[in-house]
């Protein structure tokens, strides 16, 4: 039997991944070290996951051929924007809303590795998800 899980229960499960990765290696590394540890934290859990997941740029509805790469992707619905820097800026919260925009996926999730306290580093993208 297939249990189809909503972006929401999807989410709630990939927080846990983020504290149980940043409980486990602190912060300081590197994005890859933090994307792969996240990757199999989540498999872990029981969800499917992809890594470095195409993103295709179109524009006029024509594909131009390049893209973005989606860090990770989960049960095809949510996207994971992780990244290990000084601080998340504007730009880094609208290139997840684009990613959506681009996937026609609903939730996205960005977080920064590189903090003190990784509650406030973790940042929920929402475009057109129902209530």
Known sequence: ?????????ISYIIRGSIFNVYNELGPGL???VYRTALHQDIVGAGLKV???????????????GIGYRADLVVENKV????????????VHHKQVLTYLRLTNFHLGILVNF???VIKNQIFRKVL???E
Do not use: F, Q, W
């Open 1 to 9: 039997m297939c249990v189809v899980m909503t972006e929401n229960e």
């Open 30 to 32: 590197l994005e890859t």
């Open 50 to 64: 992809r890594s470095e997941v195409p993103v295709p740029a179109i524009y006029k509805g024509i594909d131009m």
């Open 79 to 90: 996207i994971i924007e992780v990244k290990s820097i000084e601080a998340i800026h504007k």
């Open 114 to 116: 590189n903090t003190e």
């Open 128 to 130: 057109g998800l129902p």
